[in-house]
């Protein structure tokens, strides 16, 4: 059984820091890319993030370049989310899954695999 469990979200103010984990099990982890996705109140799913465990080759959107960073740890088969100067529009429920990229495009949903997601709040 495919299972994906983020942990990590809170509230922390503008300009702060959080850190996401993804634990990931019942699939083969290297076979992958996982990113991160988020959705707000009203607002569609964003892809934000994506990494392909088999290379470490990596994306971000626009919206986080130079702010997030995402890695991966195949012996644990977890990735995390390393955001920085966080700001309030990045309010969301954020939540990992198997993904791709398109360059200039975005980060999309590969399948409908999906953890429960968590909750980051920035206030301002």
């Known amino acids: 059984e495919v299972q994906l469990v983020e942990s990590g979200g809170g509230l922390v103010q503008a300009g702060g820091s959080l850190r996401l984990s993804c634990a990931a099990s019942?699939?083969?982890?290297?076979?992958?890319?996982i990113g991160w996705f988020r959705q707000a109140p009203g607002k569609e799913t964003e892809g934000v993030s994506c990494?392909?465990?088999?290379?470490?080759?990596?994306y971000n959107v626009d919206s986080v370049k130079g702010r997030f960073t995402i890695s991966s740890d195949n012996a644990k088969n977890t990735v995390s989310l390393q955001m920085n100067s966080l700001k309030p529009e990045d309010t969301a429920v954020y939540y990992c899954?198997?993904?791709?990229?398109?360059?200039?495009?975005?980060?999309?949903?590969?399948?409908?695999?999906r953890g429960q997601g968590t909750q980051v709040t920035v206030s301002s």
């Open positions: 899954a198997p993904c791709y990229w398109v360059v200039g495009v975005g980060v999309f949903l590969e399948s409908d695999y």
């Open positions: 019942g699939f083969t982890f290297d076979d992958y890319a």
């Open positions: 990494i392909r465990n088999s290379d470490g080759s990596k």
